[in-house]
């Protein structure tokens, strides 16, 4: 809703954001025809993870950190291992590495899937949601719960269950999944790759606005294949850093207007996570499958169209699926489940690739394995600045809109970026100001 | 049996306080009955899914997430107000959640901890549950909570009818199933005798012992299994740990954590309950 101010400006006032996970809004504000202010409002409450993880043991993380999302709980999980096992100064062995592969490709699969075919393609489709596509486009909302559900299989198959999963712990697994339990997905996961594949040539017909990032991309990059569950840092600005160099390059700053902490790169500003910075950074790392897929939907080797960012997705999706199907058809029996990790006292670093970016964690313990410091900077956090910047160039070009027509476009800017307000708290309701 | 005249249909509204958005997830997690129910009920109200709106007063409203902001009371009243049934989903609106930590510390050092700024924050000094503030219908446990509970809970608003969701334990659970309790043949400290049944005694399928995120079970004895966990080895703090999770705030995991702070850290009366 829209109403004057008394120096003559005017602000648009729109609810609850849809269709993003968590609770936000958008406040705007509209001068002469000139945005003057853009500020993205997370209204989710702090829940003061950093906090109360002080005094916890050393192997709690990876269940309590998941709490953070049911979105993607492996990301919590994984990054807060990799930390922890950083500490204490194990790597797990190369088999346990791939068996968290698996399971995050099946977060991916389920969280790719929900935010392409629920959240994203009703902006492009023009419905409310995806109940209401389902009238018109129901084979299209069956592909799309389809493939969510194939990623949810395998997350039951290999974490127990697919929202917080139970079966990951410090130094690896409680059970390994056997050969004939991950065959036994095979057909489910052949059917989602030919699935993920339709989805891309779907999403490449959508009409895209024009409109070229500026920022710097930020990603994993993993000494071979697509960046998931590890990798070094590596940007679009020459940055190459290992992970334990996070705190010297990225800076937390707390707003007024949002309980998310903004990120900013090398004391330079915005820097954006996800899906594009991804593919900018590995396009040379996706399979043949994925880059010919890419190609066919008119995506070159780099993204920088936040909205052709759903292709993107289509694409990882099509990636992770031929991932793990390439990971299922090589494993062997045998392999113990876990090696131990010992509590030692120091600081520890870890990050990993959530399906909408980087999330990083870094604990400090004492000898006992008690947590004195606990740090963890998720994917929608660094992104907040960048979609803030985003709306304001949009905001410019769409000024003449309905305050109706203005909101909903924002909102469809912000939803590019398939952001988690649950994970940034520590996010929608739109207002614009207009005089 | 309720059924909105405007609709034809019964409404159903999806509500979210402090939360992970997982227990709202799980409906969207029913990948084969997502469309069945949407036949049968209108989503009047479901931000996460879909931007359209109805109106209320709701048939059915599950609201997810605790209750940790001033602006959430008053949230939750208008809720009420509106709906015919509110069931809470998961831990956090039926416990208060992980985030109920807060209520053993000190909000103001978390604050400062975790923000450059706390004065730009707006919080309670206890999470709670929705159960604290308002009459809650049914509330359904787990952290996330099982789908098949959900469908069974949602059927039975429809339907007019108490939902059929076991208050045994997890023992139960195995027993029926055929697992081997690994805390009798393997010694891990399992916390399945005292916590609700409903997850189909997932961990200890997966070799591990139950970490209680249905919370606790009717009539659990908390402080028997505590004694045995201290008699097999582990630390009053390891105790007070395993109770202080995802239902810490419920009573009979509260106290018991609480016992175990006491005997951890003696009183000016010496040694704790």
């Known amino acids: 809703m829209s109403h004057k101010l008394t120096d003559g400006g005017q602000v648009l006032h729109v609810g609850t954001l849809a269709r993003v996970e968590g609770e936000g809004g958008m406040h705007l504000e509209i001068h002469d025809g000139h945005v003057t202010q853009v500020e993205l409002r997370i209204f989710e409450p702090p829940r003061f993870y950093e906090a109360f993880l002080r005094g916890r043991a050393w192997t709690e993380p990876p269940d309590i950190t998941a709490r953070i999302c049911g979105i993607c709980p492996v990301a919590y999980q994984f990054s807060a291992c990799m930390a922890l096992e950083d500490v204490c100064g194990v790597s797990v062995p190369e088999a346990i590495g791939t068996m968290r592969r698996l399971l995050y490709c099946g977060e991916w699969i389920e969280s790719h899937a929900l935010h392409v075919y629920l959240l994203h393609a009703p902006d492009f489709l023009g419905y409310p949601g995806a109940i209401e596509m389902a009238k018109d486009h129901g084979p299209v909302v069956e592909r799309g719960l389809r493939l969510k559900k194939v990623g949810n299989q395998l997350m039951t198959l290999v974490g127990g269950r697919s929202v917080h999963p139970i079966n990951v712990r410090l130094g690896g697994f409680y059970r390994m999944p056997s050969v004939a339990e991950l065959r036994g997905l095979r057909p489910a996961l052949e059917q989602g790759l030919e699935d993920a594949l339709e989805t891309v040539r779907l999403v490449s017909t959508f009409d895209f606005p024009e409109m070229q990032q500026p920022y710097t991309y930020l990603s994993l990059r993993p000494a071979s294949g697509y960046p998931i569950e590890a990798g070094r840092v590596v940007t679009t600005a020459g940055g190459d850093w290992d992970v334990r160099e996070w705190p010297q390059h990225i800076t937390e700053h707390h707003v007024a207007h949002s309980n998310a902490l903004h990120a900013t790169l090398d004391g330079e500003g915005p820097y954006v996570v996800g899906p594009l910075a991804r593919y900018t950074l590995n396009h040379d790392r996706l399979s043949p499958l994925a880059q010919q897929a890419a190609a066919e939907a008119g995506l070159g080797t780099t993204c920088r169209n936040p909205f052709r960012s759903i292709i993107v997705r289509a694409v990882e999706l099509v990636e992770v699926l031929h991932e793990a199907l390439r990971i299922i058809d090589g494993w062997r029996d045998g392999v113990p489940p876990s090696v131990p990790v010992p509590a030692r006292a120091g600081e520890g670093f870890g990050a990993t690739e959530a399906p909408r970016g980087v999330l990083f964690h870094r604990y400090t313990l004492d000898e006992a394995g008690t947590i004195l410091d606990a740090q963890i900077v998720p994917p929608t956090s660094q992104n907040q600045p960048s979609i803030e910047a985003d709306l304001r160039e949009l905001a410019e070009a769409w000024v003449r809109l309905s305050d109706h027509d203005l909101s909903h476009r924002c909102e469809e800017a912000i939803r590019n970026y398939d952001p988690c307000i649950s994970c940034a708290t520590h996010f929608l309701d739109l207002t614009v100001e207009r005089s | ?273």
């Open chain 2, 1 to 273: 049996m309720y059924t909105s005249a405007a609709h034809g249909k019964p409404t159903l509204a999806v509500w979210k306080f402090a939360s992970c958005d997982g227990c709202q997830l799980t409906l969207l997690n029913c990948e084969d009955e997502l469309m069945a129910l949407a036949g049968a009920v209108t989503i009047a109200y479901f931000p996460e899914a879909t931007r359209a709106v109805v109106e209320g007063p709701y048939d059915v409203s599950l609201v997810e997430g605790s209750v940790t902001t001033p602006e959430e009371i008053e949230r939750i009243g208008r809720i009420r107000e509106m709906s015919r049934l509110v069931v809470t989903i998961g831990a956090c609106a039926t416990s208060g959640g992980i985030q109920a930590l807060r209520n053993f510390g000190d909000v103001a050092e978390f604050r400062s901890i975790v923000y450059a700024h706390p004065e730009y924050l707006s919080t309670l000094s206890r999470s709670t549950p929705i159960s604290a503030h308002v009459s809650v219908d049914f509330e359904l446990r787990g952290c996330p909570i099982d789908k098949n509970q959900l469908l069974e809970v949602l059927a039975a608003s429809i339907q007019g009818r108490r939902p059929r969701v076991p208050t045994y334990s997890v023992c139960v659970e195995c027993k029926r199933k055929g697992v081997v309790c690994v805390a009798v043949a393997h010694g891990t400290p399992c916390l399945g005798p005292v916590t609700q049944a409903g997850c189909g005694a997932l961990c200890p399928l997966f070799a591990r012992g139950c970490y209680g995120c249905f919370g606790p079970q009717d009539t659990p004895n908390t402080s028997s299994l505590a004694d045995r966990l201290l008699a097999q080895g582990m630390a009053h703090e390891d105790v007070m740990r395993i109770y202080r999770t995802f239902n810490a705030a419920s009573e009979p995991f509260r106290q018991e954590s609480e016992r175990q702070e006491h005997a951890l850290a003696p009183t000016a009366e010496g040694e704790g309950p």
